[in-house]
């Protein structure tokens, strides 16, 4: 529960939050790399709305490979529930970390980092062509992958950007944030999370790659 309205909030809150939670609470760790999971996988899925919101043609390419993008989290959260015991300790103490996304300071903080990263892809793009904007949205990703996501649905739908060209790199920034969130885990978080999230991110950011180059 934490970990799917974590997704839908904040992914990065809900990892720190667990992995700190792991950390005080070693006997949650295994709960807390599956809330970890779930938020970065449900987190996906809020991409995916946001690009069909301002561009379906993006969306169109994007959603079979992101797709296979959360395969790893799906398989791990569907493993995870047919092995759950009900006697585990809730990973729900942590819960209330999760910062609200319609909190006006977090809202205007968006909008300052969404207005940089148009303009820092737009000049990516303007100086070094697909390969700038594909390490532009490498290092986005790692801070805000809902504004990379969303600049680039709207070049592509100003008319600036191919769709193919748009999806690879969203594909790129969901693999960034990814690595960063199983950085943030494993360094974090206590021994029974690590093994959990190496495993379970180290294949969604394997997925990423892989998708960005077969689309």
Known sequence: FTGLLGGLASSTATTLAMSRQSRAWPETGRLCALAVVLACTIMLARVAVLVGVVSPAVLARLAPWLFVVALPG????????????????????????VRNPLNLRI??????????????????????????????????GLTDLDAISLS????????????????????????????????????????????????????????????AWLI
């Open 107 to 140: 809202a205007i903080q968006f909008a300052i980092l969404y207005a940089l990263v148009v303009l820092l892809v737009r000049w990516s793009d303007d100086q070094f062509g697909g390969t700038g904007v594909y390490w532009a949205s490498f290092f986005s």
């Open 74 to 97: 799906l398989v791990f959260a569907l493993w995870s529930w047919r092995h759950f015991s009900p006697h585990e300790p809730s990973a729900g103490t942590a819960a209330h970390e």
């Open 152 to 211: 680039l649905s709207q070049l592509h739908r100003a008319g600036n950007m191919a769709a193919t060209e748009a999806a690879r790199a969203v594909l790129i920034a969901a693999g960034a944030n990814s690595l960063l969130k199983a950085i943030m885990a494993i360094s974090l978080g206590g021994p029974a999370m690590r093994r959990p999230i190496l495993l379970t991110l180290g294949a969604t950011v394997l997925c990423s790659a892989l998708a």
